[in-house]
């Protein structure tokens, strides 16, 4: 009995340390995405399948190809049929997209130090 308690603990903890990762992963899913793209051209579910490879989080298509959608008609992305396949898209940032992502990475980096920094202060939490 006490073997399952701590298993349930254990696993609640972790449910707990997992939830602020996919909360940042879910609510920052542009600038994710845009950063895989300018690393190389990919289809939505080689997304799919490198964000949950990289952060153990699952994004549903439901939810990852109206966001493509829409940076492509904000000319952030570009679309390409690939030749193997015409129903397969991979997308890949202009060069717009490209000074968007600059844009948005350095604000995210400042908003996180700052809640960083006022979270912990001199080594020792608030």
Request: charged fraction near 35%; aromatic fraction near 8%; charge should be neutral.
């Amino acid at each position: 009995m006490k073997d399952t308690r701590e298993c349930q603990e254990l696993e609640n903890s972790k449910l707990i340390i997992d939830m602020p990762v996919e909360r940042i992963v879910k609510n920052h899913l542009d600038i994710i995405l845009l950063s895989k793209l300018i690393e190389k051209s990919m289809c939505g579910y080689d997304l799919i399948k490198e964000i949950y490879a990289q952060y153990n989080v699952l994004i549903s298509q439901g939810t990852v190809y109206p966001l493509l959608y829409s940076m492509k008609e904000e000319g952030i992305l570009q679309v390409e049929s690939t030749k193997d396949d015409m129903k397969t898209k991979r997308y890949f940032v202009t060069q717009y997209g490209r000074q968007i992502v600059e844009k948005k990475v350095d604000e995210f980096i400042k908003v996180e130090r700052s809640i960083l920094n006022s979270i912990k202060k001199d080594d020792t939490y608030v």
